[in-house]
């Protein structure tokens, strides 16, 4: 009778024990995190003038861990003077994404190579077009008519990012605190260089910063292919849009 009431005083110390340590993990405040960009480019590895469009964000080291939900909004990536609106675009799994054609000609708005797969075919000014991103990843947007219109849609499970501006700082907003791993993205840098910069951080109440990231410029531009996986035809100095059939 007595090692039964032993273990079950040690048992209600255990679950106070691990009441008092949720109640302070919940009550710990939120911070907001900044941090600076740099980026290098060509053999001297001077800084660029721009450093904008660099997206930083934050997964909880513990996948049990809640995270607080993405605000409301309806992300759109616009097609206007023969570019998309944002170039960077982050959204949370599951978004569907508005994609209007605010030109007064064509577009046909594709991407086949990593990321979500789709082709939204050809569609008229004034009309739009939704896509579902229903998984995390880098998705590459580009237009099967006008080979310099290019975009990024990055899907993330996480609210916690944010995208750098011109001077390369950012600020990560409501971050509780925890362990995270920081993962860096930018559509000129390669591919095994952001993996590189990947690591685990723990966020402390009071924490300001997680500190600097320096990428290098891709200096080798890489002409894409149409959704053919064919060279674009040369643009007709006539017909600066495409002809409407």
Known sequence: ????????????????????????????????????????????????SHAENVVVWLSPADRRASTRPFPPSQPRLIQHHKSFEPHVLVVPVGAVVDFPNHDPFFHNVFSLFEGKRFDLGLYE?????????????????????????????????????????????????????GRYEVQVFHSSVAPEELRALRREITVAPGTTSIGSFTLTENDVTVAHKNKYGHDYDRPDPDSPAYARP
């Open 1 to 48: 009778m007595k090692t039964v009431q032993i273990g079950l005083v040690l048992l209600g110390c255990i679950l106070v024990f691990t009441t008092e340590i949720m109640t302070v993990r919940a009550s710990a405040p939120e911070v907001n995190l900044s941090a600076r960009v740099k980026i290098t480019k060509g053999e001297r590895q001077s800084e660029a």
């Open 125 to 177: 000014s004034g009309t739009t077009r939704f896509v579902q991103f229903d998984k995390p990843g880098v998705s590459y947007i580009f237009c099967n008519i006008h080979a310099q219109m290019s975009a990024v849609v990055i899907t993330l499970a996480t609210p916690y990012y944010a995208v750098s501006d011109a001077h390369g700082d950012l600020t990560i907003p409501n971050v509780p605190p």
